[in-house]
């Protein structure tokens, strides 16, 4: 698939600030490029001081509208109105080639590339808090202490935008392994036989490469990603339009995956730039995900001075639908107001 063109604006609902980032020169490929982003502000009285933005990335098969999901019947299921609520502003980015940002060819994209856009993007819209240009109603933000989390896929890229730009004052990579991401399954044979069927590097050649194949080696999807709690409506609605390769879209969903998304799951590959974080890191994983080791998680980051893990008890690999979902996000926000009053006593 080919699509290196501009997406039409993306609409104005009354609720989070949609953006749509020229991030073009920051990668070298043709044609225009754009971040598809949406900006929850707190009220301006609530606002943390110093002041906080979570900038939040996805994981496969899903979008940006997985920290904002919001199902009839239930409620407390918008990761982005939890944060905003404890006076954090929260920025959610969708990856080049997911969701609602530029679709350039699949084959074009890598680690590389997914990471430089999302650093322009980053520091785009933290330029924009900084001056007071982003809302009219929204005063300048002195002193912005910018965290970056994502989920899984988004994890990986979050590793790979610090390690090679230095983008934020700390980092959380949620549900993915600087070691070896590894999709749980109900018996070990299942899970060895996964493994088995994802040898692939960071050096494979994309073009050899089938999210559809990669996909049907695992012979488990549903244990991996949602706990047992998760109501039987929110998992329908999740996995119905086809999972994790999706036919029919959920507003928290992606219809694409970057090809090299599957070598994600490939050991080491990303040490490198974990290596090179030197920001403070908070490791967070499920009770059941994808981190066969989770205490052995800290080790990747060698340069970093401040490492955290937290695991959550009954929770997968897809931490927002999980019903301890809040213990995580509550855990996040003190975290990231401990970093905000380390970094900001450092200035």
């Known amino acids: 698939m080919k699509n290196n063109h501009v997406r039409k604006p993306l609409p104005q609902t009354g609720g989070p600030i949609n953006l749509r ?24 009285e609530k606002l943390a001081a110093p002041p906080i933005a979570i900038f939040a990335v996805p994981g496969g098969g899903y979008s940006r509208g997985y920290f904002d999901m919001h199902f009839p019947g ?19 980015c969708d990856h080049i080639g997911v969701g609602e ?6 084959e074009v994209i890598t680690f590389e590339m997914l990471a430089s856009a999302y650093n322009v993007a980053v520091r785009q819209i933290a330029e924009r808090l900084e001056k007071g240009t982003l809302s009219e109603n929204f005063p300048p933000v002195s002193g912005l ?42 018996a070990d044979d299942r899970r060895r036989a996964s493994i088995a069927a994802h040898e692939y590097t960071r050096d494979t050649d994309i073009k050899n490469l ?7 080696h695992v012979p488990d999807w549903v244990f991996p990603f949602h706990w047992e ?20 879209v959920p507003p928290w969903g992606s219809a694409t995956i970057p090809l090299c998304a599957i070598t994600m799951t490939s050991p080491g590959c990303v040490a490198k730039e974990a290596a090179a974080v030197k920001v403070p890191v908070l490791v967070a994983v499920g009770e059941r995900d994808v981190c066969p080791d989770p205490r052995a998680e800290p080790s990747a980051y060698r340069g970093s001075m401040d490492i955290s893990l937290c695991i959550v008890p009954m929770m997968a690999h897809m931490h ?3 019903g301890t979902r809040a213990l995580l996000w509550d855990r996040i926000a003190g975290w990231c107001q401990i970093v905000a009053r380390q970094t900001d006593r450092r200035r």
Not at 74 to 92: K, L, M, N, P, R
Not at 101 to 106: C, G, I, K, T
Not at 162 to 180: C, E, K, M, N, V
């Open 21 to 44: 980032l020229d991030v073009s020169d920051s990668v070298s490929v043709q044609g225009p490029l754009e971040v598809a982003a949406s900006v929850f502000l707190p009220e301006r």
């Open 101 to 106: 940002s530029s679709l350039p060819d699949p």
């Open 145 to 186: 202490i910018k965290i970056g989390i994502g989920q899984s896929m988004g994890g990986c890229v979050t590793i790979l935008t610090q390690g090679r730009h230095r983008t934020f004052d700390g980092i959380a990579p949620l549900g993915f392994s600087a070691i070896h991401t590894v999709l749980p399954q109900p």
């Open 229 to 248: 709690d998760v109501p039987r409506d929110i998992l329908e609605a999740d996995t119905k339009g086809g999972y994790p390769i999706r036919k029919v």
């Open 210 to 216: 089938s999210p559809a194949e990669a996909i049907a």
């Open 74 to 92: 239930h409620e407390g299921y918008s990761e982005a109105e939890h944060h905003t609520d404890q006076g954090i502003i929260f920025v959610t």
């Open 320 to 322: 927002n639908f999980a």
